[in-house]
Structures are given as structure tokens and as C-alpha cells.
């Protein structure tokens, strides 16, 4: 386990060594999407940062635990849910499906678990009413329960809020409020009529009702990590910037003033993606969506290394011509791992690693340094652009089949983090089925004993660009 990974704690404000509770475990929780409506490319940048801190991790050897939540019940849900005419979960079914749709089109590592708000509830009344017997919430006048922050003395310690802002007294109902307006917020809003037609209510020794989304994610973080490995406390928290007030600290008051213990060691927050210029950001507004990058052809594996070229905690531009650049680097990219693929599979005499083994070794630690520097991707993607420039040459000059296979093993182990390498051509039906027949008639060669039949196969499908690999689960096969 590498002592060495640095992350920027928004509790601290510093970069601290991180050091997980019990290591190898790292139980990260991340705020996943409100379903109301298709998640927009800002919020993927957030989870696209979060996929990158959750490979880098894994890379590293760390045993992750990833809860990402599903908010399936809040203001917004509710109004979209009321606004279309549909009960509320048919209205968000659509939406999370299409989440996870876009996920995989974006090549994101599926969490462990994804708890849904409304099918947690049970967990969020039990942690409304450890708090009401902890006398940190009360009952409002309006049927709701609020929690009382001038009984929290930590309130506003993430966010740096001044205490003397903070209204004693004043209360809020709404989930989302404004940041210089600190006031009691409700854990569990009164039921009323829009919210029964929507079918979002539950009954609670405390009243009907709905939950309040910041007491969605502190209900369901520790009820994920706590029935699991009997703790209170995640690893890591993280989130858009735009959730470190009210959201972030709200979850930290509620859920400290429980528990009595930390809630998150390390809080983690990704900056604002800017859309700018784009020709589909004319179509489409403000509002870029996943799909919409997806409709247009554009390959994931250009908005990764886009993303990845800025830093999680600085903004961030999507325009065309970001957007051009990085569709150039995966090219570039995909024909590097090509040639090093076929190199390392050439007849060229193996010659020892040389040149190009030195530079992917330099590569392999730059590589590490940077990302253990606070998740220094842009560094990550500059070391490999370089090493694609040093190994091209080197092998120009000495094309050693040695040095191909250790470059290629270095580009391949760092692709299980930033995997960036353009999307396979897509094959027609057709050639598939071609191509699964030459490899069944191979292996009925090879049984017979019969090589020459089998090699001059193999040498029939590298003339089509099918490369096969004979694995201990059988043949597989690839386009190079
Ligand atoms: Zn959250």
C-alpha cells in the first residue's frame, strides 16, 4: 500500500496523506444524481473525477467499497414527477436507467451498491429520531422536524461559515438554500397534497412525511458502511464543489451529532465544468447531456482524456476545440498501443527491453508521482504523451520485441485508470461471424495436430487486422 497519495481534504484545506481507517479497505461514498431529469456533462465531470479517484485507488491496491446514492425523493424529483403527471417513481425509473446508460457510455466504473432514497426510508427515520432523542432536532410549529444548529457547534466547519452568520432560530424547508443564510433545516418535511399525489410520503412515529435530501445521504452512507463493516465513519466523501454548502455540511451535523464521531476522514470536491462555444451547447443551452455528446459520436475515450487534462479542483472549459484536441491525443493513442501490440507479437529477435524498457519504466513512475500528488491527472496524461513520443522514436531506431511488450504492459496498467484508448471499431455482424468460424476451424487444426492449416489461419485473420491471443479461457480475438 503506497504511503505516498496525498489528497486536498476541503475539512483542512490541505493536502494531507491519506490514511483510511483500515486499510486495505477505503469505503468511499459519493452524492450520485438527482433523477428528475438526464444528468448534464457538469455533473459527469464530477463523476468522471470520482471514477479517476476510485481506479487510482484500486491501482494502487487499496480494496474499495463504493456507495453512490440514487436521489429518487426531493423537492426536484417531486415538482418534475407532478409537472409530467406520473407518480413519482415511474417518473424517476426513466431517469436512472438512462444514468446508467450514460455511465457506461462514459466508461465509469459501476459503484458497489446504489441505494435509492425512497427504498431506505426506514434508515432515515431511524436517524430523524436518534437526533430528536439527542435533542439536536425538534419538532417544528409546521409538522416538520428541523435540526436545531446552534445545538452543533461544528456547524459551518466544512463550508467556513462564520458562526455569527448562523440564524439561531430561523428555519428552512427547502433543500437547496443559499449559502449566506445558515438556518435550522428540516430532516423530515410534513407530508402535504402535492406530495401524496406523488406518492412520496411515509408514515414515522414523528409524523407523515417525506425526508429532507441532505438526510438522505447521511442515512444511507452509514447504514451502507455500518451494516457492512460496523463503522460510522467513510473513508472519503465526495461531491461537486456546488454541494459543500448546505449539502456537505448538513450530512456532517446530522450525522456527527448521532454517531458522536467523525463522519467523512477525507472530503473530496471536484470543480465547475464551464460549457461553452460548443455547437451543442447552442442546441441545447447551458444544458449538455452525456447523450447528447453520445448522439453526436463523439468517442468517451476524448472526453476522459479531456477532463483528465485539468486538474478535479480547477475549472473547467468543454468547447470545440478542447473537445477536437483530445479526439486527436485518443487517435494518436490508439495507434501507439497498435504498434506496441504488434511488435510485441512480432518475430522481431527479443533483443532485452533497451531503450524503450528504460523510458517505460521513467513513465510508470512519473505516472504514479503525479497521481498520488493530489490526483495530478493533467501531470498523469503529460508523462504519457511524452513516454508515446520517446518509446515511437526508440523504436524507430530499434524496434525490439522485448522493449514493445514491457511498453505495452506500462500503457495497458496505467489504461486501468485513465483508460483512454479510442472505443474498438465497430464490427459488422458479419465479419464477427467470419471471424468465429476461422477460429473454430483453427481449433479443429490444431486437435488434428495439423499446424500449417492453423498458422496459415492465424495469418488469414492479421491479414483482415484480427489479432488472436490463445488465453486459458480460450482464443480471443481483436481488431488492431
Ligand atoms: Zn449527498
Known amino acids: 500500500m503506497p504511503a505516498s497519495l496525498a489528497l486536498h481534504n476541503t475539512l483542512t484545506r490541505r493536502l494531507e496523506p491519506f490514511q483510511p481507517l483500515a486499510p486495505p479497505r477505503v469505503t468511499l461514498y459519493t452524492c450520485g444524481p438527482t433523477v428528475w ?52 417513481r415511474q417518473h424517476t425509473e426513466a431517469f436512472v436507467r438512462a444514468f446508467f446508460e450514460d455511465r457506461d457510455y462514459l466508461r465509469i466504473r459501476p459503484a458497489h451498491v446504489y441505494p435509492r432514497a425512497t427504498e431506505c426510508v426506514p434508515a432515515m427515520i431511524t436517524l430523524v429520531q436518534r437526533l430528536l432523542e439527542r435533542g439536536v432536532a425538534y419538532r417544528g410549529d409546521d409538522g416538520s422536524v428541523y435540526f436545531a444548529i446552534d445545538r452543533f457547534p461544528a456547524y459551518g466547519r466544512l463550508s467556513r461559515l462564520d458562526r455569527r452568520e448562523l440564524k439561531v432560530g430561523a428555519r428552512v424547508a427547502s433543500d437547496e438554500y ?70 456537505h455540511e448538513d450530512e456532517i451535523a446530522q450525522s456527527e451529532a448521532a454517531t458522536g464521531r467523525p463522519f467523512a476522514r477525507v472530503w473530496l470536491h471536484g470543480e465547475f465544468l464551464n460549457v461553452r462555444g460548443t455547437k451543442m451547447s447552442k442546441r441545447f443551452g447551458n444544458f449538455l447531456t452525456a447523450r447528447d455528446l453520445r448522439e453526436q459520436g463523439v468517442d468517451a475515450a476524448a ?55 528504460a523510458l517505460a519504466e521513467r513513465f510508470e513512475n512519473d505516472f504514479r508521482a503525479a497521481l498520488d500528488d493530489d490526483l495530478n491527472a493533467p501531470r498523469a496524461t503529460a508523462a504519457l504523451f511524452e513516454f508515446l513520443r520517446g518509446a515511437n522514436r526508440a523504436l ?36 464477427g461471424r467470419w471471424v468465429e468460424q476461422q477460429i473454430a476451424a483453427r481449433d479443429e487444426a490444431r486437435k488434428s495436430k495439423n499446424f500449417k492449416e492453423a498458422d496459415r489461419i492465424r495469418a488469414a485473420l492479421r491479414a483482415k487486422g484480427i489479432e488472436l491471443e490463445d488465453t486459458s479461457r480460450g482464443t480471443q480475438w481483436r481488431v488492431v
Open 37 to 88: 431529469n438526464y444528468a448534464h456533462i457538469g455533473n459527469f465531470r464530477t463523476f468522471l473525477f470520482e471514477d479517476l479517484l476510485r481506479r487510482y485507488l484500486e491501482y494502487a491496491g487499496y480494496d474499495v467499497f463504493h456507495v453512490m446514492n440514487l436521489t429518487d425523493v426531493d423537492d426536484r424529483t417531486i415538482k418534475a414527477a407532478a409537472a409530467a403527471g406520473k407518480p413519482l
Open 303 to 357: 472526453v476522459r482524456l479531456l477532463f483528465w487534462q485539468t486538474h478535479y479542483r480547477q475549472p473547467l472549459d468543454f468547447n470545440d476545440a478542447a473537445l477536437d484536441g483530445a479526439r486527436e491525443g485518443v487517435r494518436r493513442l490508439g495507434e501507439f498501443h497498435a504498434r506496441l501490440t504488434q511488435v510485441a507479437a512480432g518475430r522481431t529477435r527479443a533483443r532485452g527491453e533497451g531503450a524503450v524498457g
Open 396 to 431: 524507430d531506431q530499434d524496434p525490439s520485441r522485448d522493449g514493445a511488450r514491457r511498453a505495452l504492459a506500462a500503457v495497458d496498467s496505467v489504461m486501468a485508470v485513465l483508460d483512454v484508448l479510442p472505443t474498438a471499431r465497430a464490427l459488422d455482424a458479419e465479419l
Open 178 to 247: 443559499a449559502k449566506d443564510d445558515p438556518r435550522d433545516f428540516a430532516l423530515w418535511k410534513k407530508a402535504d397534497p402535492v406530495d401524496e399525489r406523488a406518492g412520496a410520503t411515509w408514515d414515522a412515529p414523528f409524523g407523515r412525511g417525506r425526508p429532507g435530501w441532505h438526510l438522505e445521504c447521511s442515512a444511507m452512507s452509514l447504514h451502507e458502511i455500518g451494516t457492512r463493516f460496523g463503522v460510522e465513519t467513510l473513508d472519503i466523501h465526495a461531491g461537486g464543489v456546488d454541494l459543500v454548502f448546505p449539502h
